[in-house]
């Protein structure tokens, strides 16, 4: 299991300016990789040859070190990319100003001016300072232990310094039951063994006047307040929806008032939070899809759209009633006990 926390470095202006001067010649270096790969049509393997290396250090002020660090990243990048599908594939390009470093470059000094400092080395030097958040201290007393890796970030104008934390990852659990879990817009997540968590948060996000930076924080605070309520001891699977591509060719179908409200519902968050909760706690999570969950009638195996009204669920065949999150829960689970991902392949 790895968990990231970020921490932004205060730096002052020079000092910025000397890292993002670093940064940059690495961005530079990392695209030089991504072109020769691609042209050469290499994406496989996980270092690159001196070759490469004695090429790239006669065109960027770097150590032969740092070349193979860029040089690896390079290679991650163009095999993520090539995995694509024909149509999506293209030669990507590094836009981003970050730098993942192991720890040959770096090291955590002695305390000083209630900093903690990082000095990092190769053919450079640089001391940046950080001090150690809530983010920190949590995942140290949870037993996960600082990775050997960080990664320097530059964004708006500022430093940030992500440290990884490492930690064996428990067996999956052979007893307990399977759940499905609807995430949704008017309740957060409902599920199948009636839990509600999150309830009625769609009218909170109502209550918003306009889309502000303060109302995501506060919404995110509150989903993940909510998800810890979740009582999954008895779980071995949790079902959820494969919500990747909800959004997908939806814009400029909803008005922007809808918009503004769609934008708080913070679900790849909240499943992220989700996979981890898993992983911690041994439990499978299964995504399937969300086709036809809250129009299915699992008494009677069939689904009609007139089904769904609004927040109710009423069958039209047999008359079953349900609220439409919790016929959406109980149909994951039938679809995790009959291990397919999705309704169409269920005989009716």
């Known amino acids: 299991m790895i968990r990231s926390v ?23 270096c990392v695209n030089y990789f991504i072109a020769r790969l691609w042209s050469e ?22 150590t032969a070190r740092l070349i193979q660090c860029a040089g690896k990243q390079a290679l991650a990048i163009v095999k993520s990319q090539h995995k694509k599908s024909k149509r999506q594939r293209r ?15 770096w090291k955590i000094t002695n305390r ?11 053919g450079f030097t640089f001391y940046l300072p950080f001090k150690k958040t809530r983010g920190w201290n949590y995942w ?18 500022k430093l940030f310094i992500e440290f990884f934390f490492e930690k064996e990852a428990p067996e999956l659990k052979i007893t307990g039951d399977i759940e499905g879990l609807d995430l949704g817009y008017v309740n957060l997540a409902v599920c199948s ?3 509600v968590v999150g309830e009625r948060i769609g009218d909170h996000i109502k209550g918003f006047d306009k889309r502000e930076k303060h109302t995501h924080q506060q919404i995110t605070q ?32 909803f008005p922007r008032e809808h918009n503004r409200r769609l934008s708080h519902w913070l679900y790849a968050r909240a499943i992220k939070w989700l996979e981890q909760r898993c992983e911690e706690e041994g439990i499978q999570l299964l995504k399937v899809s969300p086709w ?12 009609d759209r007139r089904s769904r009204r609004g927040e109710e669920f009423v069958c039209m065949h047999c008359g079953h009633r349900d609220s439409a999150e919790h016929n959406a829960a109980e149909n994951l689970k039938l679809l995790g006990l009959a291990g397919v991902y999705s309704l169409r392949s269920l005989k009716t």
């Open 6 to 28: 970020k921490i932004a470095s205060p730096l002052n202006q020079g000092k910025l300016k000397q890292v993002h001067r670093f940064l940059e010649t690495y961005q530079n």
């Open 41 to 62: 049509q290499r994406f496989n393997g996980k270092y690159l040859e001196a070759s490469y290396i004695q090429a790239a250090g006669q065109r960027f002020d770097l």
């Open 91 to 105: 030669m990507p390009r590094f836009r981003r100003f970050v730098a993942n470093l192991d720890s040959r470059f």
């Open 112 to 122: 000083c001016n209630s900093f903690e400092w990082i000095r990092l080395q190769s």
């Open 140 to 157: 140290a007393n949870k037993g996960f232990s600082l990775s050997k890796s960080i990664r320097l970030i530059f964004e708006r104008d």
């Open 193 to 195: 063994d009636g839990q």
């Open 222 to 253: 509150q989903v993940f307040h909510e998800l810890k309520k979740l009582d999954l001891s008895k779980a071995k699977t949790l079902v959820i929806e494969n919500l990747k591509k909800v959004k997908y060719k939806t814009r400029g179908m």
């Open 292 to 303: 036809k969950t809250s129009q299915f009638c699992r008494f009677c195996g069939n689904w």
